[in-house]
């Protein structure tokens, strides 16, 4: 009854396929794999949250609730997009730089000519 528990559904439909026929074992060795992914999926999630408490500790930040990480996140993202839109700026900046030259170059021969 408790491995009811751990799962938040249980699905009626009953799998079929032409090709093969699902039998006890096949349906225990598809459990047991589900079962592993998501104790995986679990360690990661505790491992990640370690490293991020460890990277705040070292940031000086070991006391913080949920809100001042999701506000560091948020600016964070802020600060990337202002360093992309600086980026594309600078290489618009240079194309028409080097654009301008190019016809002044062109400009000169003609008149050279």
Do not use: W
Request: glycine share 2%.
């Amino acid at each position: 009854m408790e491995a009811k528990e751990e799962r938040p559904y249980i699905s009626n439909l009953v799998r079929v396929s032409p090709m093969i026929v699902m039998t006890p074992e096949m349906e225990k060795a598809c459990k047991e794999h589900g079962d592993k992914i998501m104790v995986e999926k679990k360690r990661k999630a505790a491992l990640y949250k370690l490293q991020r408490d460890e990277e705040l500790k070292v940031m000086g930040l070991e006391n913080c609730d949920q809100f001042y990480l999701e506000k560091i996140a948020e600016v964070q993202e802020i600060s990337k997009r202002v360093d992309e839109e600086a980026v594309r700026s600078a290489e618009a900046d240079a194309t028409e730089l080097v654009t301008r030259e190019v016809k002044k170059k062109k400009k000169a021969e003609v008149e050279a000519l």
